[in-house]
C-alpha cells in the first residue's frame, strides 16, 4: 500500500473497513490505540536529545536507525501530567503524513499492549462534554469490556501543533 | 543494470540535445555566420530526430525534420542563416521539447504554425513535409572519387540498444564502392559467447564521390560510443588494401541488404563542394567526452552519500571504541578505517559537484525572451561557469535565480532611450558570476542599470507598515527590506515582476540552504546581489562542543577562534554582554541562558568566536570537546519553527547532536546588541 494511501486511510479509516487492525498502548492509565498499519516498530527507550526552544509536546529527538526523529508526549497534547519512565516504558515509531511529508514520529509511552482488531460498530464519536481533552483531537472511542480506548487524530494533533508553534515564532 | 526505462532515458538525452540545440541557437543570433554553430545545431537536431523516431516519438522526429532540413540548406551555403530563422527554430524548439514530454498530446495547430514561420525563414523552399530522401539520387552528381579506409567498432551492448551494424554498412555501401572486411578476432570460444554481444569489428575501403562528412553521418547516431578511424587513402583506388582474405565476412554484407533501415538514418547528400568539411573536430571531441563521462541517476548518487554517511558515524563509533582500547592491531585498523573512510567521503563530496554552468546556461534563453518582451537591449555576461556546487545547491537555486535576473532586467534595466539619455551604452549588461570563497561559493547577479530607488523603498515600506514614518535606517538595512513578504517597489504590475511575491522567496530559499544574501546598490549605476551558498549540505566539519548535559556542533567554517572566559571577566559581563576582543567589541551569548539548560556554568567557560562575513558574535559554552566530523540531518517538519538549529547530527557514541544555525544565533546577538546600545 502506497504511503498516500495509508494517510488516506488513516483519516477516515472506519469509512473502508468494518474493522480495524490496531495497536493499544497505555498513557497515564488510559488505553490509546493506533492503526497498526502506521506502526513502524516498537523500540526500548533510547537516549533522547533536547531541543531547546521547541514546543513541549514535541522536545526531543532520537537517533532511529541513522535518522534524526522527532519524539512526541501525547500527554502533553492531552494535557496529562509527564511521569518518569518505567521498565514497561516504550516508543513506538510510527510514519504519517505532514503536509504531504511522509514523516517518521516517535511515540512515547508508558506500556505497549497488543495488536488487536476494533469493530466499526463499537465506536462512538468523542462526546462534546465530560471530557477533559481536546475533541477535534480524538477520532474516536471505542468500547471494548467495561473500558473505551481512545483513537487519537494525530493529523489534527500534529498539524495543529505544528501551526501554532508556526504562529508563535 | 539497464532496468531503466529506455523511454526515460531517451528523455533524458532528448533534454540535454534539446539544451544543446538552444545554446547552438543563441550563440547563433550573435554569429550568424559561424558554420561550427550551424553544424552543431544541425548535429543536435539531426540526433533528436534520429533517436525520436527509434525510440517511437514519430511526431517529434516528423516535426523536427524539418528544422532539420532548415538548418542543412545553411549547412550546405544555400541559404544563410538570418535571425528570423533562428527565432523560428528557437520556438519550434520549445514545441519540441513539449512533444518530448507529451507525445500524445494534441499539437496540431501550433506546428503547422511554427513550420510556416520556418518555411517564411529560408524563403519558402523545403519545409514542406519531405519525401524519404533518396540518396541513389545523388550518385549522378559529378565528383573526384576519393578512398578512405574506414575501420570501427562498436560497443558490445550496441545491437541491444538497437543499434544494427548491418544497417551501417548498408549505408557505408550506398555511398560508392565497398569492400568491407569482418575482423572476428575478438569472437570468444563458443562456451563463452554471449550471444546478443557484438564481438565483430570492421575494416571498409571505400570509394566514394561523397564527402568525408558523409562517412561521419553515417554514423551519426552511434558516434559517442563507438570507435572509429577513418584515413584517406590517396587516389581513387579502391584495392589498396586487399582485404578479400578468406575471413572476409560476405555474410553480413548479404544480409545486410535485407536489413531494414530506418528511413531518418539515411543521410541527405549534396554536391561535395557545398558541404564544409568540418566534421573531424566535434567527432572526436564527443568520443573523447563519452570515454569520461557516466550518467548516473540523481537519486543513486543520494543513496551512496546516505552510505557513505552512515560509513563516517560508524567510523567515528569504531575510532572512539579504538581509542579506549589498548589492543594495538584494532588502533591500526580504526586508524586505516578513519583514513580510507575520509577519502570516501571526500570523493563523494566531488562526485555531487557539477559546475554552475549548467545553472547558467538556462539564463541566456531567459533573457533572450526578456528581452523581446521588455524592448530592452540586454547582453549577458557568465563568469566563473566552471566553479562547482553542490548538485542540490544548484537545483534549489534555479527558481531564486530567476527572480534575480528577472528583476535586473525588469526593475534594474532602464529602457534604451533611457540609457542613452543618462549617458550609458545602450546595451544592459546583466552579469551572473560564480566563484569560490572558503567553504561558501558566491553567485552574484550585478545589472548596470539605475540602482535601488532607496526613497522608494521607504516610501513602500513605511505605507505598508514594515517601518516607522522617519524611522533611521542604514542602508544595509534599507535594502534588506526589499526581502519582506509583499514587498514590491515595481510602480506598475508587469508580466515579469511586481505581483509582490518573490524576494521573500529568495530570502527564505537561500537560507533553506544555510546562505545569506548582500546587497550592494549604486544609484544610477546599477544593483549587485550576492548569493553566499555553503559549498555542500551533506557533510560539514563541526566543532562539538557541551552546553549543560547537552552536545551541539558549530559549523567550523564559521568558527574564527575560542578564548576562555575569565572569571573576572565572567563577572564583570554580568551587565554587559560583549567582551573586547583585540580592541573590537564581540557581543555574546550565553547559550546556557537561550537553551534554559538550568545548570550550573562550568568553572572555567569557553567562548567560541563565530562569524559570517562581517559580523562577530561569541558563544558561551561549558566545553569545547573537539573536532566533528558532520554529516548533516535534517529536522523533521516538526522542527521547522526551531531557527535556532540548521539540522541534527549522530555522534559517535549513537546519540543526537543539534547543528547550532549560525547566521541565526549572529542575528540574534545583532539584536541583542543593539537592545544594550538602546539601553545604553
Not at chain 2, 525510440?55 to 540548406?73: I, K, N, S, V, Y
Not at chain 2, 545547491?393 to 528583476?407: F, G, K, M, T
Request: glycine residues 6%.
Amino acid at each position: 500500500m502506497s504511503a498516500t494511501a495509508i494517510a488516506e486511510r488513516f483519516d477516515n479509516h472506519w469509512s473502508y473497513a468494518e474493522e480495524v487492525e490496531v495497536l493499544t498502548f497505555d498513557l497515564n492509565g488510559e488505553t490509546f490505540a493506533l492503526e497498526a498499519v502506521i506502526v513502524q516498530e516498537i523500540l526500548d527507550l533510547l537516549p533522547e536529545t533536547a531541543v531547546p526552544g521547541s514546543q513541549p509536546f514535541v522536545a526531543s529527538v532520537i537517533n532511529f536507525r541513522g535518522k534524526v526523529i522527532p519524539l512526541a508526549d501525547l500527554r502533553l497534547a492531552f494535557g496529562m501530567e509527564a511521569t518518569e519512565a518505567t521498565i514497561d516504558s516504550r516508543i513506538i515509531v510510527i510514519e504519517i503524513d505532514l503536509q504531504g511529508e511522509q514523516t517518521l514520529v516517535g511515540l512515547r509511552t508508558d506500556k505497549v499492549n497488543e495488536v488487536t482488531t476494533l469493530a466499526k460498530s463499537a465506536s462512538e464519536a468523542p462526546p462534546s462534554i465530560g471530557m477533559r481533552w481536546r475533541a477535534d483531537y480524538i477520532n474516536c472511542l471505542v468500547k471494548r469490556g467495561g473500558e473505551f480506548i481512545i483513537l487519537p487524530n494525530l493529523q489534527a494533533i500534529f498539524s495543529s501543533r505544528h501551526n501554532a508553534a508556526g504562529a508563535a515564532s | 543494470m539497464s532496468t531503466l526505462d529506455p523511454v526515460a532515458v531517451f528523455r533524458t538525452e532528448a533534454a540535454e540535445c534539446l539544451e544543446a540545440i538552444e545554446a547552438g541557437l543563441l550563440d547563433l543570433t550573435h554569429q550568424l555566420d559561424n558554420k561550427d554553430l550551424v553544424d552543431a545545431v544541425f548535429r543536435g537536431l539531426h540526433t533528436l530526430k534520429g533517436s525520436g523516431a527509434m525510440f517511437g516519438f514519430e511526431a517529434l522526429a516528423a516535426f523536427t525534420h524539418h528544422c532539420e532540413t532548415a538548418f542543412d540548406r545553411v549547412r550546405k551555403g544555400e541559404v544563410s542563416a538570418t535571425s528570423e530563422l533562428v527565432a523560428a527554430v528557437l520556438a519550434a524548439q520549445d514545441h519540441m521539447r513539449a512533444l518530448v514530454d507529451q507525445p500524445d498530446a494534441d499539437h496540431g495547430n501550433i506546428g503547422h504554425k511554427l513550420l510556416a514561420q520556418l518555411q517564411a525563414a529560408v524563403g519558402g523552399k523545403e519545409a514542406a513535409p519531405a519525401a524519404v530522401l533518396v540518396p541513389a539520387a545523388v550518385r549522378e552528381a559529378p565528383a573526384k572519387k576519393n578512398s578512405w579506409r574506414i575501420r570501427f567498432s562498436l560497443p558490445a551492448n550496441s545491437m541491444a540498444n538497437g543499434t544494427n551494424p548491418l544497417g551501417l554498412l548498408d549505408e557505408l555501401r550506398d555511398l560508392g564502392e565497398c569492400t568491407v572486411r569482418a575482423n572476428t578476432s575478438a569472437i570468444p570460444a563458443l562456451d563463452e559467447l554471449t550471444p546478443t554481444d557484438l564481438h565483430i569489428s570492421w575494416d571498409v575501403t571505400l570509394t566514394s564521390e561523397q564527402d568525408r562528412s558523409a562517412i561521419d553521418d553515417v554514423f551519426i547516431f552511434v558516434l559517442d560510443d563507438m570507435e572509429l578511424s577513418v584515413e584517406e587513402i590517396d587516389g581513387p583506388t579502391a584495392a589498396v588494401v586487399a582485404p578479400a582474405d578468406e575471413k572476409a565476412a560476405p555474410a553480413p554484407v548479404a544480409a545486410a541488404s535485407a536489413a531494414p533501415v530506418p528511413p531518418a538514418a539515411v543521410p541527405e547528400f549534396r554536391p561535395v563542394e557545398a558541404v564544409p568539411a568540418k566534421r573531424e573536430a566535434p567527432a572526436a571531441v564527443s568520443q573523447a567526452k563519452a570515454a569520461e563521462n557516466v550518467r548516473v541517476p540523481a537519486e543513486r548518487l543520494d543513496e551512496l552519500m546516505d552510505r557513505v554517511g552512515e560509513l563516517v558515524i560508524a567510523q567515528s563509533r569504531l575510532s572512539q571504541l579504538a581509542s579506549a582500547s589498548t589492543d594495538i592491531a584494532l588502533r591500526s585498523v580504526s586508524e586505516e578505517i578513519e583514513r580510507l573512510s575520509g577519502e570516501l567521503r571526500d570523493t563523494m563530496m566531488v562526485l555531487r559537484m557539477v559546475p554552475v554552468a549548467t545553472l547558467f546556461s538556462r539564463f541566456r534563453r531567459l533573457v533572450h525572451d526578456l528581452a523581446r518582451e521588455t524592448g530592452k537591449v540586454i547582453e549577458l555576461v557568465t563568469e566563473g561557469e566552471s566553479t562547482e556546487v553542490d548538485k542540490t545547491v544548484i537545483e534549489r537555486l534555479a527558481d531564486p535565480l530567476v527572480h534575480l535576473v528577472r528583476n535586473s532586467i525588469d526593475h534594474g534595466l532602464e529602457t534604451p532611450g533611457d540609457r542613452l539619455a543618462s549617458g550609458k551604452v545602450e546595451a544592459g549588461t546583466v552579469t551572473l558570476s560564480a566563484r569560490q570563497a572558503g567553504g561558501e561559493v558566491i553567485i552574484s547577479i550585478k545589472d548596470d542599470g539605475r540602482g535601488i530607488n532607496r526613497e522608494r523603498v521607504r516610501a513602500k515600506a513605511e505605507s505598508s507598515g514594515l517601518i516607522q514614518a522617519g524611522q533611521p535606517l542604514s542602508d544595509s538595512e534599507l535594502l534588506q527590506l526589499i526581502f519582506a513578504p509583499g514587498f514590491s517597489t515595481a510602480a506598475a504590475i508587469t508580466n515579469l515582476s511586481g505581483r509582490g511575491v518573490g524576494m521573500d522567496v529568495v530570502k527564505k530559499t537561500v537560507e533553506a540552504l544555510r546562505g545569506a544574501i548582500d546587497i550592494v546598490s549604486v544609484p544610477g549605476q546599477g544593483s549587485e546581489v550576492s548569493l553566499r551558498i555553503p559549498l555542500t549540505l551533506a557533510i560539514i566539519d563541526g566543532l562539538l562542543v557541551r552546553v549543560g548535559s547537552g552536545r551541539y556542533v558549530i559549523p567550523l567554517s564559521a568558527v574564527e577562534e575560542c578564548l576562555e572566559l575569565s572569571l573576572e571577566e565572567d563577572l564583570r559581563s554580568r551587565g554587559r554582554s560583549f567582551i573586547s576582543l583585540r580592541d573590537s567589541l564581540v557581543p555574546f551569548l550565553r547559550l546556557r541562558d537561550l537553551f534554559r539548560t538550568g545548570t550550573k556554568p562550568d568553572v572555567h567557560q569557553k567562548v567560541v568566536v563565530i562569524s559570517t562575513g562581517t559580523e562577530r558574535v561569541g558563544l558561551v559554552v561549558d566545553q569545547i570537546i573537539g573536532d566533528h566530523q558532520t554529516v548533516i540531518k535534517s529536522m523533521s517538519k516538526l522542527h521547522n519553527n526551531v531557527a535556532t538549529f540548521s539540522g541534527a547530527t549522530i555522534l559517535g557514541d549513537g546519540s543526537v547532536a543539534l547543528i547550532l544555525d549560525v547566521g541565526h544565533l549572529v542575528a540574534a546577538g545583532q539584536q541583542q546588541e543593539a537592545q544594550l546600545r538602546v539601553a545604553g
